[in-house]
């Protein structure tokens, strides 16, 4: 069986790649929400919600970013259209929503899907002894449920 050039069986780096291209469509439609919940945030939670989803998505983009070039040392190439990022995301593109609780509802919709992805993410990559996949996935995982509490706390539950 061949291996990759940083040792990995070629047979389980395409299912992993494939696997962090979807992830890495469900973080892009995330970040896009997000990016409109701040711009278009009303009410009287303006100020806290404005700079909570700036942070939010700002730490997206940058999980975009190494989600995709783990794809790339992987020996693969990561999709980059948004037609792509629409089909395979299990996140829904949201449109037009100013209300805080709505938003704050959607990102803890959002965040629980990534954790149960990187979940997956996590297991192949273990059962492919793929060390640099899998220390990725457990970092987002345990900041990500940290996140999920606190947005959780929020609406009070």
């Known amino acids: 069986m061949s291996k990759t050039f940083i040792g990995l069986k070629q047979d389980d780096v395409q299912a992993l ?10 973080y892009q439609i995330l970040y896009m929400n997000v990016r ?13 919600l404005h700079v909570k989803f700036e942070e939010l998505y700002n730490d997206l983009l940058l999980k975009v970013d190494e989600v995709a070039e783990r794809i ?50 996590l297991a192949a990559a273990s059962d492919a002894d793929d060390e640099g996949t899998a220390a990725l996935m457990s970092d987002y995982i345990s900041q990500q449920e940290k996140s999920l509490w606190m947005y959780r706390a929020y609406l009070g539950h």
């Open 17 to 26: 790649a494939q696997q962090l291209n979807e992830l890495l469509a469900n």
């Open 72 to 121: 790339l040392t992987l020996g693969h190439q990561p999709l980059h259209a948004f037609s792509d990022y629409i089909e395979l995301s299990s996140i829904a593109e949201r449109k037009q929503v100013s209300d805080g609780r709505e938003a704050v509802e959607s990102i803890v919709d959002g965040l629980a899907q990534l954790v149960a992805r990187q979940r997956t993410v």
């Open 36 to 48: 409109g919940f701040h711009w278009n945030i009303k009410g009287e939670n303006f100020f806290e």
